[in-house]
């Protein structure tokens, strides 16, 4: 009797990337199925149906990807835990003062734990995706790691650092040893219908950059179902002010701004101004200089390390991120004794924000990270 071939769960969004990935698994000998998340109801996001991968079009080009490659597609509603650990707690984060990173959140709590879950009803051994990463086991040490991707303009280890020993077993990132070029190049040479599609450079639900409607729309939903007003729920205007405390205008809600932000603050002085922390317990937002936005030492919280460190290390050097598209930079990580860490750079860092988070690298590897607060 034959081995029964493994069988892999292929993360579809209708784009090039996921679709070479079901490509290239196939071709290694898996035996593959398809699934697209569905995700939210773009209409009720307040958005337009052909500007997200949750639209129609991409469920399609996923759908005839599978049909070409002969694999089954399945379409799967995943729209109620969408909107609970990725839109709600998105809009949470600013009313908190802090500014969100919810592709971490997708990918953590969707990708790598709901899609997990379908993958093991439906019998799949792994769930492939179209991540630009790549995994490492190490055969004497029976550890499996996380590195950068070959190509460095497409690599996505900083959204995926809270990877955890049985996530990696589970997870094959077949296009981490690829260029997107190359990746094109296989879907034109295969015929794929999405080759040419461009890559989506926005948040899904946020398609048109304007994140303050889906905060307001929690709040407005927040206070229905509290049987209050929507003001309860969402901040109203307070003051920008200096930080010696004086008062320098009217700000239209902190969670309208983000840390190192600019333009849009409507206020008039002799030098350029910019958001240099969010402060909720008082509704102010503090306005600064450029200088003063630079700082060394970096605290973050709810910090994992994709191999755990041994117990007796306590600091380390490493390079380490603290946005996604954030060159990492050396420095020396302090590990505290109640889990959360210090990273103290060698060079002061622009616009620490909290709420992004901190990865930490040696090399390509990457080893962990956790939420800057």
Not at 193 to 219: L, M, T, W
Not at 279 to 288: A, Q
Not at 333 to 352: I, K
């Amino acid at each position: 009797m034959e081995d029964m071939k493994k069988r892999g769960l292929i993360a579809m969004s209708g784009g090039v990337d996921s679709s070479v990935a079901a490509l290239l698994m196939k071709e290694a000998g898996w035996d593959c199925v398809g699934v697209t998340m569905k995700l939210f109801e773009n209409e009720s996001a307040g958005i337009s149906r052909e500007h997200t991968c949750c639209s129609l079009d991409d469920v399609e080009d996923a759908r005839r990807v599978a049909y070409r490659l002969d694999i089954p597609y399945y379409v799967c509603n995943f729209k109620a835990d969408f909107k609970k650990l990725v839109i709600d707690r998105f809009a949470e984060t600013y009313l908190k003062g802090f500014t969100p990173n919810p592709c971490i959140d997708c990918n953590r709590y969707m990708k790598f734990d709901a899609l997990r879950h379908k993958a093991e009803e439906l019998e799949c051994d792994v769930v492939a995706t179209g991540h630009y990463v790549r995994k490492e086991y190490d055969e004497k040490t029976g550890k499996f790691y996380l590195k950068k991707a070959k190509d460095p303009e497409k690599d996505q280890s900083y959204v995926l650092y809270f990877l955890n020993q049985e996530q990696l077993k589970h997870t094959e990132f077949p296009l981490g040893g690829l260029c997107k070029e190359e990746t094109r190049r296989l879907a034109a040479e295969h015929a794929f219908i999405n080759a040419g599609k461009h890559d989506s450079q926005d948040i899904c639900f946020v398609p048109d950059g304007d994140y303050k409607k889906v905060i307001e729309r929690y709040a407005e939903d927040s206070g229905k179902n509290a049987g209050e007003i929507s003001e309860a729920v969402l901040p109203g205007t307070g003051n920008f002010v200096d930080l010696n405390g004086n008062i320098l205008g009217t700000h239209q809600g902190f969670y309208c701004y983000t840390i190192g932000q600019r333009k849009g603050l409507g206020i008039s002085s002799t030098a350029p101004l910019y958001v240099l922390d969010i402060i909720p317990s008082r509704n102010e937002v503090v306005l600064g200089r450029n200088d003063d936005l630079f700082q060394r030492n970096v605290h973050a919280e709810n910090v994992s390390f994709i191999n755990p460190l041994s117990p007796e290390t306590r600091t380390l050097r490493v390079s380490a991120k603290i946005r996604y598209r954030h060159k990492e930079q050396p420095g020396v990580l302090t590990v505290h004794e109640d889990g959360s860490v210090d990273m103290l750079f060698d060079e002061p860092q622009r616009a620490v924000t909290k709420g992004q988070s901190l990865v930490l690298y040696d090399g390509d590897y990457v080893l962990g990270g956790g939420t800057i607060c």
